[in-house]
């Protein structure tokens, strides 16, 4: 395990806390979108099934059981205990357009034909568009709090520190994985206008805002 493999994991873990702690302090879920959330926790759920079966280290196990824990969280948290502050109005990206075609690029490209193999190439596929119900609702409603916006940094900040873990990983280890690598690029690539928005005017302490859908 190479540093940029520790950095990515602690960036990814640093979004969830964010996101947590930002739900309840304020005791509000407005901005979030439920929908995305309920992506993420499908992702960690049928990626980590091999959790009981399969050992790998203290490390990989215990952050398998904290993702899970924060997904599930985060999605009873917006849907349960603070509904009523929940923005359903704005959080209506269509699922089946992307369950859909994922489900079905998860039996047409994996690595082999067996229940557990399709469902985590299930989930690294769905990771890499899991973001876009929350880019679609920010462009909804044009503007996102500063918090939200931190929360998308750290993650989008995770996956090009996987970006290159994997580069690191090959020049070492020779090894490449063709799923992984090419879903963390795509992943990756609806975050460039996003990290550029942050850095310009998040950073600079001015609101991010982006412009509203046609």
Known sequence: MNVFRILGDLSHLLAMILLLGKIWRSKCCTGISGKSQILFALVFTTRYLDLFTNFI????TVMKVVFL???YVTVYMIYGKFRKTFDSENDTFRLEFLLVPVVGLSFLENYSFTPLEILWTFSIYLESVAI????FMISKTGEAETI????LFFLGLYRALYLANWIRRYQTEN????????SGVVQTIFYCDFFYL???KVLKGKKLSLPMPI
């Open 148 to 151: 939200t916006t931190h929360y």
């Open 198 to 200: 942050y850095v310009t």
């Open 69 to 71: 824990l924060c997904a």
């Open 57 to 60: 280290s203290i490390y990989n």
């Open 175 to 182: 090894f490449y994985d063709q799923i992984a690598v090419v």
């Open 132 to 135: 876009l119900p929350q880019l």
